[in-house]
């Protein structure tokens, strides 16, 4: 059976942890492909506020080139095509109807499954695909009766999340725009690709033009 991951996400911007929890992920659990599925609006903004960071084009673009024409992983426009807010339930269900007879996984951050329940129709998303989970804090910081019981809070059935071994990098795109804005080195947080298309189209600064 054909596996296919699916991580989603602003990418604002996309960074080297992003693609070294991929490459985790990818190989952990043997997929086929994974997808990276940068949002329209998340639902966790307001649309407002949405409107005035980097466009969802940009973004895209940005995780584009920091893929590199890795083979393993694509981009994924269905959340940026509907123009509406993202929700992670509509994602893996279009997933389901293009990839019938497969198996998804869907990966999420330790810190996001922590408010997983509140996420819209989040049963239907753990029903249609398997959670997966990226740890994001030194494994002697997280106890494992914690972690259990995250796990079963987020269980659906027999559908039990997976945790996957991905190494602990304090990266964060809010640290890297605001280096950016301020003029600060971003050496080694992101590929040479993803810096050279923020500086040429003046991204992450104060006189950024956000174009939607």
């Known amino acids: 059976m054909t596996q296919i ?3 989603g996400g602003t990418f604002n911007p996309i960074h080297t942890a992003h693609l070294a929890i991929a490459e985790q992920f990818y190989e952990q659990l043997g997929l086929n492909k994974c997808y990276f599925v ?3 609006i998340s639902p966790f903004k307001s649309e407002s506020n949405s409107k005035s960071e980097v466009s969802p084009l940009h973004r895209a673009e940005m995780a584009r080139l920091a893929l590199g024409g890795n083979p393993h992983f694509q981009i994924d426009s269905f959340e940026i095509d509907r123009k509406e807010i993202s929700y992670s ?3 893996v269900n279009h997933f389901k109807k293009k990839f019938p ?3 998804l996984y869907f990966l999420i951050g ?4 922590n408010h997983f329940h509140k996420w819209r129709n989040w049963t239907e998303i753990v029903s249609v695909s398997q959670l997966t989970i990226a740890k994001r804090v030194d494994e002697s910081q997280f ?3 914690n972690r259990e019981d995250l796990s079963s809070r987020l269980t659906a059935g027999d559908n039990k999340p997976i945790w996957i ?3 602990n990098m304090e990266i964060s795109s809010s640290d890297i725009r605001q280096r950016f804005n301020s003029g600060k080195s971003t050496n080694y947080l992101l590929p040479d690709s993803v810096y050279d298309y923020i500086r040429k189209n003046n991204i ?5 033009k956000i174009e939607n």
Do not use: W
């Not at 992450?204 to 950024?208: D, I, L, P, S, V």
């Open 110 to 113: 330790q810190d996001q499954a």
């Open 5 to 7: 991951g699916i991580i």
């Open 38 to 40: 940068p949002t329209y």
């Open 101 to 103: 007879d497969s198996k």
């Open 204 to 208: 992450y600064t104060k006189e950024n």
């Open 143 to 145: 106890a494992t009766k």
């Open 165 to 167: 071994n991905n190494p």
């Open 89 to 91: 339930y509509l994602t």
